[in-house]
């Protein structure tokens, strides 16, 4: 018997099979990791046979990278070339036997999947706080298809409503930098911290792939247009790169205890 529960967006719904649930039913509980695991598989279904693929980094994406190695393993996928979004992700294929290759030789990619730290009702997202937003925008940028895979605790009223956003910065008076991030946003009630490795005020300076930093802006209110604030931030000299995503996913599938959502563009 199937499980299945309301639709998160409004959308497609698929039930999550549970076996024989007969008299009396046992709630299945199922932890975060599961409910990425299994957004995850359902992504990877997505995959065909000779294409490039976008391989996401963070917790969620790790599961599609490996699922994807399991299926070439199996022949059941052949003739897959990845780029990754991150040096951690590099060094994942690279132990899992997956080919690689770079935006230079492959400037079109047919399809990518990555995690997300939120998702709004518009599919807009936030990502970076594991610190590789800039090798993600590149490469999903570059996709055909972009599929998004979270857990529910990812959906969110609005952008920056569970944390921070990140922005990545060039070393360089990084606290100029970062005041003036800050006060783009003083209607919004943001607080700009410069991210550290262990997220103490004293902590070692958090360094990304490319050798930058991470500020983080933590809101109180909603900042309103995201392409104006998108905007806003990129013209500031000093800021390489944020963390909003902003009509970039194609598709979002969202795992919940008791089923899956997949909600497309």
């Not at 698929?14 to 649930?21: A, Q, R, V």
């Not at 065909?48 to 393993?73: C, E, N, Y």
């Not at 991210?195 to 360094?207: A, L, M, Q």
């Not at 905007?231 to 919940?256: K, P, S, Y």
């Amino acid at each position: 018997m199937a499980i299945s529960c309301p639709s998160i967006f409004g959308s497609e719904m698929l039930p999550i099979e549970s076996g024989d649930m007969s008299p009396p039913p046992s709630p299945l509980i199922l932890t975060q990791d599961e409910l990425k695991k299994i957004a995850a598989y359902k992504a990877v279904e997505f995959v065909q046979s000779g294409m490039v693929l976008g391989l996401g980094t963070g917790s969620t994406a790790k599961h599609a990278v490996d699922r994807i190695a399991d299926l070439l393993h199996q022949g059941k996928l052949m003739n897959i070339i990845g780029i990754p979004t991150s040096k951690k992700t590099h060094q994942q294929a690279v132990s899992l036997g997956i080919p690689l290759s770079d935006l230079d030789s492959h400037p079109i990619v047919d399809l990518a999947i990555d995690g997300a730290d939120e998702v709004d009702s518009n599919l807009n997202l936030v990502k970076g706080r594991g610190g590789s937003l800039l090798r993600e925008k590149m490469i999903e940028s570059a996709c055909k298809k972009f599929i998004v895979i979270v857990d529910e605790s990812k959906l969110v009223p609005h952008v920056g409503a569970s944390g921070a956003m990140p922005v990545e910065v060039v070393p360089f008076c990084w606290k100029f930098t970062q005041d003036r991030l800050q006060g783009l946003f003083d209607y919004a009630g943001c607080v700009a911290k410069l991210r550290s490795n262990n997220g103490g005020e004293d902590g070692e300076i958090f360094v990304t792939d490319n050798g930058n930093y991470i500020v983080d802006l933590f809101f109180k209110k909603d900042v309103g247009d995201l392409k104006i604030a998108s905007d806003a931030i990129l013209r500031l000299a000093g800021v390489v790169e944020h963390g909003m995503f902003l009509d970039m996913a194609t598709t979002v599938i969202v795992a919940g205890e008791l089923g899956i959502t997949i909600k497309n563009k």
